[in-house]
């Protein structure tokens, strides 16, 4: 398993950008509240409360990634990497995080395409009115933001295999 740590910078920014997140999420926690008890209480309904809360959770599952990323806490089957050591468990790290990188830099471009178009269409959600290409956005920069990592992961390993 790789056990390389990221660099004290880059897990401060990483820590700032996970209580922005936290921050984004207790404001959604709030916003569903209101919207029950306006919906139960005085019986209103702010249509556009249910299609925001969705997209939010979306943001906050792609953006969250990066850290997770960063921070080597996503979650993996560890069977045969347990099983394996030396030259072959740093093999098997390198395809892994070869195919992890190549995978998500596929998705990404793909992602960049339909973003591309759904600015260029200007298209908006239904309730809310939010531009699609924003929470598509947060799609493309999560799977791009994961792909850097697993490529400074690959170099880092490469690195600590020359050694």
């Known amino acids: 398993m790789n056990t ?11 820590a700032g950008f ?10 959604m926690v709030l916003l569903a509240c209101v ?9 209103v309904s702010l249509l556009w409360a249910d299609e925001t809360l969705v997209f939010g959770m979306i943001v ?28 072959s ?8 995080l070869a195919l992890t990188a190549g995978v998500l830099g ?3 471009w793909y992602s960049l395409a339909v973003t591309q178009r759904l600015w260029t269409r200007g298209t908006l959600s239904n309730m809310a009115e939010v531009p699609l290409w924003l929470i598509n956005g ?8 994961m792909a850097l990592v697993a490529l400074a992961q690959l170099a880092g390993h490469l690195m600590q295999g020359r050694k």
Do not use: C, D
């Open 4 to 14: 390389a740590k990221a660099s004290p910078l880059v897990s401060r920014l990483a």
């Open 18 to 27: 996970t209580l922005l997140l936290s921050l984004a999420l207790i404001a």
């Open 35 to 43: 919207n029950v008890a306006l919906r139960y209480i005085w019986q």
């Open 60 to 87: 906050l599952a792609f953006l969250g990634t990066i850290t997770v990323s960063i921070q080597n806490r996503h979650l993996r089957m560890e069977l045969l990497t347990r099983a394996l050591s030396g030259r």
């Open 89 to 96: 468990a740093w093999a098997l790290r390198l395809i892994e």
């Open 106 to 108: 596929f998705t990404a």
């Open 138 to 145: 947060a799609v493309l920069v999560g799977l791009t933001g």
